[in-house]
């Protein structure tokens, strides 16, 4: 519907590619940056409007509507949104993307530079949690208007990154 609505009708080619990770499901969106006419020609002329910061946040926030509404109606109590970090008040600091090659390369015993900048994100992160423990159900509550304390532990565990403290908190 989200294709449909933001990009078909303005002629352009849209493939979609969700990923089901544990933690972490989203879905990729390419997009031709040139529309196909009514004679089914591409264009010369590339559509830049759409790809504007101003409307790729557009774009989230329409799927984020989209995915809440499929959440809500199949009883599902939790939410996603657009929103980064800052617009939400929490003190995290977002980690870069790791594509398939970075991964590849740590499987292959290489370092990758953005699995590295991502551990030390991680690591700040953590850090924020020791001086603002109170951001892990802030962070909750953006998702979901309830939750259990497996809930908590899990978000605990994700921030904290450490079975041993996380027993300590837990217990």
Known sequence: ALAIERFVVRGL????????????????????RR???????????KDR???????LIDTRKLWAELVNFYLEREGFNERVTHQSY??????????KHEGWFAHKLEGMGKASRIIGENEDIKDRNKERVAID?????????TKSATF??????????????????LTAIVY
């Open 13 to 32: 080619v849209v493939s979609i590619a969700v990923q089901k990770e544990e933690g972490n499901p989203h879905a990729h969106l390419q997009i031709s």
């Open 86 to 95: 800052l617009d939400l008040g929490l003190p995290y600091e977002a980690t």
């Open 148 to 165: 259990s304390a497996m809930d908590l532990a899990r978000a605990i565990q994700v921030r904290v990154r450490d079975d041993a403290k």
């Open 49 to 55: 409007a759409i790809t504007t910061k101003a409307a």
């Open 133 to 141: 423990p109170a951001a892990i159900l802030k962070e909750l509550t």
């Open 35 to 45: 529309a196909i006419d009514e004679n089914g020609n591409w264009s010369w002329a």
